[in-house]
């Protein structure tokens, strides 16, 4: 028995770097570098190689070669990388490696010397290990980053959240989200690895607990059988989990590195030095021969997609016969199509009938309250006002009138209908009485509109609209007989603005035109202060004999009739000024101010 030097799902390269530099070591990485989408994958790889080697005294100065040897990655992969960690982000225009460029003393080039920016006050930070960068592929580390800074800071995340923070880079889904199988596949990967215990459940309201190791869990033993195995087994494809397409574009220039070949090349030479492949393809396997018969010919009512071939058409006449999997109904296929008779559906096409079956399935499995029975019966009750003869295609009926749903958002809610009671729906009838009311109320605007155009056109009396050849050769004569009849706004209305308008702008049509009388001025009411009351009111409320019936009389305050007193400084005062009070007469004055006898 021998050990291997790392374990099975890490087949990478696990060396620390240089004289095995950076074995056990982890470096802080920050957080923006893991959760940017605008960087990628591999380059937090190499941003955490790139640190521990900084690390030294003389800091990085591997070349790119040696870098791409130390993580497993490509040479091209690991260019991309310090382009994206040595130019000013997009974002911030932070710089995370800067890099100093090296000669030597007779002009030959250097490898540069690259350094890492010390993080900022404050700045969020993750502890990654070195031979985590190592062991792992880039997407793999980039969700242990994300686990190892969530397990330090205690958040609960789901595999959702997760998703979120992951991106695709290449492909046709560049720049999208991965989905919660793709992250959760990732997740198994990497506790296969070591590197991460799942705890099932064990979480926050039943989320997953996470638990990212510094070193993998265990080596696990070969023996020299299985080595000599694994270095003589064929090269297979790469599986990607995560949806993104395969890095196949990473390969150096052909001038450099002679990548090895799949096909097999016959060593016999034929008509002189020309080498020639073994082209002969093995004989392709009927699907009868596959075990268990399982894309064999089955007992079906539906016909297999090949009709008859119409006659004086070459097209069809030269199609071949269809010979692949022949379609069959699942059970809950077959009780929502009960009410249509097997007659009428062996005459549908088979990719007709696989829309039909793929819309009642997406159907059934979106709405839980949906079964087959409450399908069946809306087919049964859509097909029952309607002849069978007045259908043309019972396929094309069935998908655009017999399946579709028609209703509310209420699940229950079956062509405004409580399934399977039959209850009226309320949110259907309030919304059926709001159309209601809505319609009503147009109908009486257009109404009241056309009446006030049948009164407008009775006052007017204008005669007929001329058409577009009695415009043309009507003279100014006639259109300016018609303004001396009509007016200018009959003329426009007989001839139009295009003949009426250059005449009206005229002196000698002006001058027979009425003067407009200017509209009379009315006096605008006295618009209230509001909190005052007016001062007819005022009046009318207090008494003749009061303070404020008279105007002051001091010479300080001034105050008109009805209103109080104020101070030097425009307050109100709270009782009038004396002089005020001593010209109001008493009741004892009453009598002699108006030359009555008192008895």
């Not at 919660?180 to 991460?196: I, K, N, P, S, Y």
């Not at 009311?437 to 407008?456: T, V």
């Not at 009111?537 to 009739?561: E, F, I, K, Q, Y």
Request: with cysteine; aromatic share 4%; hydrophobic share 35%.
């Amino acid at each position: 028995m021998m050990t291997a030097p790392a374990s099975a799902a890490e087949p990478r390269h696990i060396s620390g770097g240089a004289g095995g530099a950076g074995r056990g070591q982890s470096v802080k990485v920050p957080l923006r570098l893991v959760v940017g989408a605008q960087y990628g994958d591999a380059a937090l790889s190499v941003y955490v190689k790139i640190a521990a080697l900084a690390l030294r005294k003389e800091h990085c100065t591997a070349r790119v070669t040696t870098l791409a040897t130390y993580l497993g990655m490509s040479k091209s992969a690991v260019e991309r990388a310090l382009k994206q960690l040595t130019r000013p982000d997009e974002t911030d225009g932070l710089v995370e490696v800067p890099t100093r460029r090296r000669t030597y003393e007779d002009g030959r080039g250097q490898s540069a010397e690259r350094t890492v920016r010390p993080l900022a006050d404050g700045e969020l930070w993750v502890h990654i290990p070195v031979r985590a960068a190592e062991a792992l592929t880039p997407r793999l580390l980039r969700l242990y980053a994300l686990l190892a800074y969530a397990t330090a800071r205690r958040i609960p995340v789901t595999v959702a959240e997760l998703g979120e923070m992951l991106h695709h880079h290449s492909g046709g889904k560049a720049g999208l989200h991965l989905s919660e199988r793709q992250v959760r596949r990732l997740v198994d990967e990497l506790e296969a690895t070591g590197w991460l215990a799942v705890h099932r459940r064990e979480g926050e309201r039943g989320r997953h607990a996470y638990e990212t190791r510094r070193h993998p869990l265990h080596l696990v033993g070969a023996t020299a059988a299985t080595l000599e195995q694994d270095l003589t087994a064929a090269p297979k494809s790469p599986v990607i989990h995560d949806g993104s397409g395969p890095g196949d574009h990473d390969g150096s220039l052909a001038s450099e590195e002679d990548l090895p070949t799949d096909r097999p090349e016959s060593a016999e030479l034929e008509g002189g030095s020309r080498r020639r492949r073994n082209t002969v393809s093995k004989p392709a396997i009927n699907a009868s021969d596959l075990a268990g018969g399982t894309f064999g010919p089955g007992t079906s009512r539906a016909p297999r997609g090949n009709r008859p071939s119409r006659p004086g058409t070459s097209k069809t006449a030269s199609r071949a016969a269809y010979n692949g999997p022949a379609f069959r109904w699942t059970k809950r296929i077959k009780d929502a199509l009960a009410p249509i008779s097997g007659q009428d559906l062996d005459g549908i096409r088979v990719h007709v009938l696989r829309q039909i079956a793929r819309q009642i399935a997406a159907e059934l499995d979106a709405n839980e309250a949906s079964s087959s029975a409450r399908i069946a019966d809306r087919i049964s009750r859509r097909l029952r006002p309607v002849m069978r003869e007045d259908i043309r295609s019972i396929g094309g009926w069935l998908l655009k009138v017999g399946l579709p749903h028609r209703g509310c958002n209420l699940r229950d809610c079956e062509d405004g209908m409580q399934w399977p009671s039959g209850e009226p729906c309320e949110t259907c009838a309030y919304t059926r009485q709001l159309e209601r009311a809505w319609w009503k109320q147009a109908r009486e605007l257009q109404s009241r509109l056309d009446e006030l155009r049948a009164r407008a056109t009775a006052e007017a009396e204008l005669p007929a609209k001329a058409t577009f050849r009695q415009r043309s050769a009507a003279s100014d004569e006639e259109i300016r007989a018609a303004i001396a009849e009509y007016g200018p706004i009959g003329a426009l209305h007989i001839y139009g603005q295009l003949r009426v308008g250059p005449l009206l702008r005229t002196t000698d049509v002006q001058g027979q035109l009425p003067a407009p009388t200017a509209p009379a001025r009315t006096q605008l009411a006295e618009r209230p202060i509001p909190g005052r009351m007016p001062d007819t009111v005022r009046a009318d409320v207090r008494p003749t004999g009061h303070a404020l019936a008279v105007a002051c009389p001091n010479p300080a305050c001034r105050a008109p009739a009805g209103h109080a007193c104020t101070t030097p400084r425009g307050r109100r005062r709270h009782t009038p000024h004396e002089a005020r009070t001593d010209a109001i007469p008493t009741a004892a004055s009453y009598p002699a101010a108006s030359g009555e006898d008192t008895v």
